[in-house]
């Protein structure tokens, strides 16, 4: 058996219970560079809180390690303190999250280590992301640090985040109503199908 993707499967099924998704559709994105100390976690979620205007709370499950559920408002992640780097888990395909939050946090946590401790990139140069499939198989690859999350300022992210969740909130909205019509098409194939067979004349018998 092997134990560290049973580990990553429990991690993704709590994960899913807090965010709202299935364990194959969580994506764990790790930034893998050393911690000194768990402050720096700490201080990070107060600058969230007051300069970008994120909410954050604790979470509890098999996340390996202390972890908190970071919310702009409509969209939400999972933010994991490790003393190896930091933890992000979210909903793959989440346009709020890969537009907005996502890359918001990254730039925040680059920012904030550069004018706190002076570390302006990921010490390796490299994010791993991992996820599991509807199987439960374990699915890893490392992206270097040339994806996007570059240096500036994360409160410059704002207008970007608030149209993607637009973006995200129009897309629920047509998906319900794609819902909505196939409901409604089943139904009236249904009962069009009844008609029919009331319709159908009887055979005939032989004499």
Not at 79 to 106: D, K, T
Request: proline share 2%.
């Amino acid at each position: 058996m092997d134990n560290r993707a049973e580990t990553f499967r429990r991690k993704f099924k709590d994960a899913g219970k807090c965010l709202g998704a299935l364990p194959h559709e969580i994506v764990s994105m790790k930034v893998r560079e050393t911690v000194t100390s768990y402050s720096e976690y700490h201080e990070f979620l107060r600058a969230l809180e007051h300069q970008a205007g994120m909410r954050s709370s604790p979470v509890s499950g098999d996340l390996q390690g202390k972890s908190y559920l970071i919310s702009d408002g409509s969209s939400k992640i999972i933010f994991v303190e490790h003393e190896s780097g930091l933890e992000i888990l979210y909903i793959a395909g989440s346009i709020a999250s890969l537009v907005g939050l996502v890359p918001m946090v990254l730039q925040g946590w680059r920012a904030f280590r550069g004018r706190h401790h002076g570390r302006h990139d990921f010490e390796n140069g490299s994010i791993e992301i991992r996820h599991v499939d509807e199987k439960g198989k374990l699915l890893e690859r490392h992206v270097h640090d040339d994806i996007g999350f570059g240096s500036s300022p994360f409160v410059i992210n704002a207008a970007l985040a608030s149209a993607a969740r637009i973006a995200e909130e129009d897309l629920s909205r047509l998906r319900q109503e794609i819902a909505s019509l196939t409901h409604r098409v089943e139904m009236l194939e249904k009962e069009a199908n009844g008609a029919a067979r009331l319709r159908k004349p009887a055979a005939r018998k032989k004499k």
